[in-house]
């Protein structure tokens, strides 16, 4: 199909309920959406369950102003687990009644090298983010998974395994990849000591990823109250960090340490911590640019990198890993109609460890 016919702008639309921000302090409320005719190659999906990503947060409150500015009526939500309703004659993926789920992306140029080496995440021309980015057919912007169905093109739509809950899936599309993929990436795996910072909802997964990797996993936490839940999640051990003497236990013995904190945080400390040819991968963005001592890079040849999510391929292979190992976000189910309530707990860091959206509060 030609870039042309792809992306031809549609008039046909149909309406959906979504909640939507109208301002960065109006909150969320409900609002109605237009989705747009399914084409050849599209899917409609009937969104069952939507996870609530911190980023949802920032959008909203357009806090991300100078990079990646909101457009409002802002509809967030980019992990979206539902049920297919309708596909379109080209689809060969996917049929009606079954599971499917969307993440970060629903399209990208497709042609630049990043796209042809199946990283849309990094495609040249930016990719088409499930919200807020340009919509290249209906025109405005795109409105995501907070509302009750989303019409998305079969390359970016993923198969759910038919052996996990769905609420508890819904995550992995955005948690789930941003943790699997570097480790992936840097080939965690047996034999290896890795180290995951910070036990939240891109933590806990780290987790559960590192010691399904056969890794010997250690969370670093500056709580030690964490210590029963980061054991349950699969933690070998754990150590607090703001004991200079348990730190200094691990000094060079780490082939991996994968940083999830977004707070401000010293991470000279941790790169101490990298065996030679270590590596330390940052998925968390600190608001302020950290100090970095280069000669804790330069003595053992270690490497200070970050990752995003993964592309449409490795998202699928992480979902396929999950079902084989049975491995899902630890959630709190709610009702769309708490979605404020949930922002504010976000920030106080009262969830365990995923918020998701039951959509059936919307129909």
Request: aromatic fraction near 6%; include cysteine; proline fraction near 5%.
């Amino acid at each position: 199909m030609s870039e042309a016919a792809r992306q031809t702008p549609s008039t046909q639309t149909s309406t959906a309920r979504a909640y939507a921000a109208q301002s960065a302090a109006s909150g969320m409320a409900p609002f109605t959406i237009q989705r747009r005719a399914v084409r050849p190659q599209d899917i409609q999906i009937e969104i069952l369950y939507c996870g609530v990503c911190h980023s949802d947060l920032h959008q909203v409150r357009n806090e991300w102003q100078n990079t990646m500015p909101t457009v409002y009526p802002c509809v967030p939500g980019h992990e979206i687990v539902g049920r297919v309703t309708k596909a379109g004659s080209a689809v060969k993926k996917f049929k009606e009644g079954d599971m499917a789920a969307v993440g970060c992306m629903v399209d990208s140029d497709r042609t630049c090298p990043s796209c042809r080496a199946g990283e849309e995440q990094f495609c040249d021309s930016f990719p088409t983010l499930t919200y807020n980015a340009e919509d290249k057919v209906l025109g405005g912007v795109t409105y995501g998974g907070y509302s009750d169905s989303i019409v998305v093109d079969e390359a970016f739509v993923l198969r759910v395994p038919n052996n996990l809950k769905p609420a508890g899936a819904a995550p992995l599309l955005c948690a789930g990849i941003t943790t699997y993929s570097p480790m992936h990436h840097w080939n965690v795996g047996k034999g290896q000591k890795v180290g995951v910072v910070g036990l939240g909802g891109l933590g806990h997964m780290g987790l559960k990823f590192a010691k399904a990797l056969g890794a010997h996993a250690v969370l670093f936490t500056t709580s030690a109250n964490k210590t029963a839940d980061a054991v349950r999640l699969g933690a070998d051990e754990v150590v607090v960090s703001k004991n200079p003497a348990e730190m200094q236990k691990h000094a060079g013995s780490f082939d991996f340490i994968l940083d999830t904190a977004s707070g401000e945080h010293n991470l000279n400390a941790y790169l101490q911590l990298l065996k030679r040819d270590g590596t330390m991968a940052l998925v968390g963005a600190p608001e302020k640019p950290p100090a970095i001592d280069i000669f804790n890079l330069l003595v053992r040849r270690r490497r200070l990198a970050g990752s995003i999510i993964g592309g449409i391929r490795e998202t699928q292979e992480m979902l396929d890993f999950c079902g084989e190992r049975g491995i899902t976000s630890d959630v709190e189910l709610i009702p769309m109609q708490q979605i404020n309530q949930a922002y504010e707990r976000l920030l106080k860091g009262d969830v365990k460890y995923r918020f998701v959206i039951d959509m059936a509060s919307l129909r």
